[in-house]
Nanobody, 116 residues
Framework: QVQLVESGGGLVQAGGSLRLSCAAS????????MGWYRQAPGKQRELVAS???????NYLDSVKGRFTISRDNAKSTVYLQMNSLKPEDTAVYYC??????????WGQGTQVTVSS
């Protein structure tokens, strides 16, 4: 049974930083490309950043240079360091495989709110 537990969100002022963590179980974590997704109110969920099993990364253009994704295969955990946060980064952030499997399971997510 897949479990994804996201944490680390919060309320920060614009320009601030947060570090998100996602602990995964029930998947062969080390073999999966993992991603961080976000969903803002009234918008579709989007892939923000992803990292392969060997560490190659991809980023949404709007977060390049500000966000850094990393992983610890020994801990089955993926991280998202977010710097220079902007109000438009406000969303619920989720982790999952990238791309997601059919009918994916989603964790509860972690809320990130950036005030101006």
């Amino acid at each position: 049974q897949v479990q994804l537990v996201e944490s680390g969100g919060g309320l920060v002022q614009a320009g601030g930083s947060l570090r998100l963590s996602c602990a995964a179980s029930g998947i062969i974590f080390s073999r999966n490309r993992m991603g961080w997704y976000r969903q803002a109110p009234g918008k579709q969920r989007e892939l923000v950043a992803s990292i392969s099993s060997l560490g190659s990364t991809n980023y949404l253009d709007s977060v390049k240079g500000r966000f850094t994704i990393s992983r610890d295969n020994a801990k089955s955990t993926v991280y998202l360091q977010m710097n220079s946060l902007k109000p438009e980064d406000t969303a619920v952030y989720y982790c999952n495989s990238a791309p997601t499997p059919p009918n994916p399971y989603w964790g509860q997510g972690t809320q990130v709110t950036v005030s101006s």
